[in-house]
């Protein structure tokens, strides 16, 4: 077997927003929110489905998996891989404004249902050295619970390290199928649950057409353009810092810690500019 990354734009979206395989998303839900018993979920509508980009290797159109339950709350499923600027505050904006979208001019405010957000983050976030962690609006000193219709949860990938052996959960097994699916040649033993064992045959790149290959592979290529020119952005602002450092006369040692550059490439640049 060769399992996709689900961290892949295109892997992501085929597999949680699949409308003929709401079993995954849903064992995810309950497991990530814990909900259980008469609290579980039995049943989602996809409001966004998969869809393979109009333009094959255009940027997907869908940031994220939505979907609403039986109840009506509406649950927000997000893969971040880099930290953006000003990603929490869109984190909140987005939230929020899928929670008010959801009335029309003149209804009435009671119609509102609560807005469920889970932020799957490639990058740590948080100050917990918890992996995943749930963010409420609570009394700051009661830590009452008045305002219950945003909830914001994240699941730090950086900060889950355990191997197959030591899952001992749902929700660990979840998080280290989507952290490690595409290191694994089969599928692990003992998962003991219908939407994960989904997930997995659905990550099992054997079974996609050649258009779903295709758009994954060109998801791939962009996130490594992307990455590439990150990197180059970088290089070229400490390439500036470096400048400046040594016109104030500070040491190539000095500075090569300061901007990652190397003591070869500061030297060079001090031979530019005498």
């Known amino acids: 077997m060769k399992f996709a990354d689900i961290k892949n ?40 489905p998969y869809q ?10 869908i940031l994220d998996v939505k979907a609403k339950d039986k ?26 404004k ?12 009671y119609k509102l249902k609560p807005t469920i957000f889970i932020g799957i983050l490639n990058f740590e976030f948080l100050d917990t050295p918890h992996y995943l962690s749930r963010h409420l609006i609570l009394d700051a000193e009661t830590k009452e619970h008045k305002l219950k219709d945003l909830e914001f ?5 950086p900060k889950f390290d355990k191997t197959e052996e030591e899952l001992q959960n749902l929700v660990e097994k979840w998080v280290y199928f989507i952290k490690n699916a595409e290191n694994l040649t089969v599928i692990p033993a003992g998962l003991g649950d219908e939407g994960l064992q989904s997930a997995y045959t659905e990550a099992n790149r054997h079974n996609w057409k050649k258009e779903d290959l295709d758009a994954y592979e060109y998801a791939r290529m962009r996130e490594t353009d992307d990455k590439a020119e990150k990197m180059l952005v970088i290089e070229k602002r400490n390439i500036e810092i470096a400048r400046k450092m040594l016109k104030r006369g500070i040491s190539i040692d000095i ?15 001090h031979n530019d500019t005498k």
């Open 71 to 96: 109840a009506g709350h509406e649950y927000i499923v997000e893969m971040q891989v880099t930290d953006k600027i000003g990603f929490a505050k869109r984190v909140v904006y987005y939230s929020a």
């Open 9 to 48: 734009d295109i892997a992501f979206r085929k597999i949680f927003g699949n409308e003929n395989k709401t079993e995954i998303l849903i064992s995810f839900l309950n497991a990530v929110l814990k909900l259980e018993n008469h609290r579980k979920i039995t049943w989602v509508e996809i409001l966004n």
């Open 255 to 269: 500075i090569a810690e300061d901007t990652d550059l190397t003591v070869e490439q500061i030297e060079i640049l």
């Open 52 to 61: 393979l980009p109009i333009v094959l290797g255009a940027k997907s159109t």
């Open 153 to 157: 949860n994240f699941i730090e990938l």
């Open 98 to 109: 899928s929670y008010s979208a959801q009335l029309n001019v003149g209804e009435d405010y």
